[in-house]
């Protein structure tokens, strides 16, 4: 499919899980990498682009690295945030893809308009026991010591944190794992933007608010999988999202479905 020029146009994806447990995600994943996101001045993973990672001297889908290292060897800037699953991705990961790692928030100039980007999971303020494990598991100490172990003793400890946590939010109530609106004001007053954008809770949606007697807009980002894809584009002043599919339904329908939010 030709998307015309894409000069000036941002993405802005998160959520992917990719493990090696999923191939065809991972599939659709560097398929969008080498067509549609191709020729785009830049695209931003906010968070869990993996399941899993333990460290950079591990390569569990090298189909992954390599997209991303001919991504932005075109031309293509790509700014990776780290999420809750995988925020042990490093310096090496972002040398060898030609990707940069940036921080959580993060602040960026669009077309004149600062806007806020975040992984999402800061501000569910209200999973009291999830933010007390975020600072200890982000303690830079701990980090190397869990790095230092060896990888097969890393992956038991991966794969156990996968396992408690999909237990964990089963029994968690669903307000709980939201965000916490005055989390959200604090936050966009803090870094003074009246548009932020996040992922994490998988419930991509448009929320309008008024801070400071202003409108704002919060917009968070979809999950991916198998079946589906989906990125928020900013082109030419505008704002859309925009469904990536699998390759196989291309004959069956479009490849991918805009859907303009705001002009």
Same mark, same amino acid.
């Given at each position: ?123 569910? +303020?209200?999973?009291? !026991?999830?933010? /007390?494990?975020?600072?200890?598991? *982000?303690?830079? =100490?701990? $980090?190397? &010591?869990?790095? @230092? ?51 994490? +809770?998988?419930?991509? !949606?448009?929320? /309008?608010?008024?801070?400071?007697? *202003?409108?704002? =807009?919060? $917009?968070? &980002?979809?999950? @991916? ?39």
């Amino acid at each position: 499919m030709i998307h015309g020029n894409r000069s000036g146009e941002r993405l802005f994806i998160s959520d992917l899980h990719l493990s090696p447990q999923r191939p065809a995600l991972t599939q659709l994943f560097v398929d969008f990498l080498q067509d549609r996101a191709h020729g785009a001045a830049e695209l931003y993973i906010l968070g869990d682009l993996f399941d899993a990672w333990i460290g950079d001297d591990d390569d569990p889908l090298p189909a992954v690295r390599g997209g991303l290292r001919r991504l932005t060897a075109a031309g293509t800037a790509c700014s990776i945030m780290h999420g809750n699953r995988d925020f042990l991705i490093g310096r090496r990961f972002a040398r060898t893809t030609g990707c940069r790692l940036i921080r959580d928030p993060w602040r960026v100039e669009l077309g004149g308009e600062a806007v806020l980007l975040m992984h999402g999971d800061l501000l569910c +303020t209200d999973d009291i !026991a999830y933010q /007390r494990f975020r600072r200890r598991v *982000r303690n830079p =100490l701990l $980090q190397q &010591l869990f790095l @230092w172990t060896p990888r097969a003793q890393r992956r038991r400890v991966a794969d156990d944190y996968r396992r408690r946590s999909t237990t964990a939010i089963a029994e968690k109530q669903v307000e709980i794992m939201d965000v916490n609106g005055t989390a959200v004001e604090a936050q966009m007053r803090r870094f003074g933007v009246s548009r932020l954008i996040h992922g994490h +809770t998988h419930r991509p !949606a448009d929320h /309008r608010l008024i801070i400071g007697g *202003r409108p704002a =807009l919060r $917009q968070v &980002l979809s999950d @991916w999988n198998e079946e589906r894809g989906e990125a928020l584009v900013h082109r030419g002043g505008s704002w859309y999202r925009e469904a990536w599919l699998p390759a196989d339904a291309a004959a069956r329908e479009e490849r991918s479905t805009v859907s303009q939010i705001e002009t």
